[in-house]
């Protein structure tokens, strides 16, 4: 009684169950709990086999159900009354989120892979500088890979990294198939939470089974598994990379939209954000369009980018303005929808005292089912 009432606040954090969580279903949440702690905790229980850093097929306490408070792939949670046996457990608490993300729906990312290829499919330098500006709106800190240079002669790779240095990036240039130039792809994960995007086709897959290989993604979009075609990766899952830090694999998407603010535009064009440091337009609102003395309208090479975007955006808040409501039927915020992820889709019998393997594989398949459609 004495010893628990003169606990500090550490010693109680620290016999908290802190995790992540890796993936989504209905209303099951996989936690994989942060090794330090479990170590000790699993050795308590003596679970024969357990690892150090077991996963949890976890509920959501009605408690943050009745506030509102959704859980998210990436987000940070304590776990409680933890079943080692049947690797169950109750989420209790979110922690604050660093950053959340609407589309794909996931936590706590800091940092996006820009996936495209060199070729097969050809680069298209507009669908590339879409993808950019959409990664740049996000504020994140942004790693280019342009993937298949063995398909590239020495001269046509250099093309393109002068090309792109003119738009303000450094590619790194890969080969995913042949393993060359991987290490600046792992140097720009370590340690990071990182979502991989990028048009299908490119080796976004090819690249996480590469970095993950106990993984098995599917290649070319065919089940490894099923050996169903037109799969696609639509539910986000995150996988922790044996170096430090986790990869979250995007649903595939061709046309980002580009749903910003007119005016914000110019800022996720590195080239436009260096002339308006050195110099200025005339008007505070400058749109670079048609307007008297304007430091950033010039002949760089995305400049028709630019004016193209902008016609999208001015046409998206046109919309916006025209109804207010637009932006919530077109938008899923977090907290909104935590009624709706709450209907319960599967009965949670069907996964009571099955191994940590079956619950995996169940999950698993719940996943799989779900993309058959
Ligand atoms: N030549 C070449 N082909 C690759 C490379 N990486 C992936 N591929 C192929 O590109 C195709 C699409 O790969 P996938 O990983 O499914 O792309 P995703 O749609 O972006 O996930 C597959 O046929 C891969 O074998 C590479 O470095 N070089
Ligand atoms: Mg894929
Ligand atoms: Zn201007």
Known sequence: ???????????????????????????FYQVQLDSAETDSAVQDSA???????????????????????????GDRVVVEEPDWAGNRGAIAHVFPRQSEMDRPAIANINHLLLVFALADPPLEPLQLSRFLVK??????????????????SAEDQAYWCDRLNAWGYEPVLVSVQQEEGMEAVYRALHNRMTLVSGPSGVGKSSLLNGLLPALDLRVGDLSGKLRHGR????????????????????????????????????????EARQRMQHGSCQFNDCLHHEEPDCAVRGDWERYGDYLLFLDEAIAHQTVLDRSPDAETTTKRKSGSDGQQADEPKLSPQKYRRTSRRSQKQALQDLLDESELD
């Open 231 to 270: 799969h696609t990766t639509r539910h986000v899952e995150l996988f922790e990379l044996p170096s430090g830090g986790f990869l979250a694999d995007s649903p595939g998407f061709n046309q980002p939209d580009l749903a910003c603010a007119p005016g914000d535009l110019a800022h996720y064009f590195p």
């Open 47 to 73: 679970v024969p086999g357990a690892e150090a850093a077991p996963s949890l097929l976890c509920t959501r306490r009605s408690r943050l159900k009745k506030v509102g408070q959704t859980v998210m792939v």
């Open 135 to 152: 990664a740049e709106s996000t504020g994140l800190d942004v790693t280019l890979c342009l993937n298949k240079r063995d398909l590239l």
């Open 1 to 27: 009684m004495g010893l628990e009432t003169n606990q500090t606040v550490s010693e109680l954090q620290s016999n908290l169950l802190t995790g992540i969580v890796l993936a989504v279903q209905a209303n």
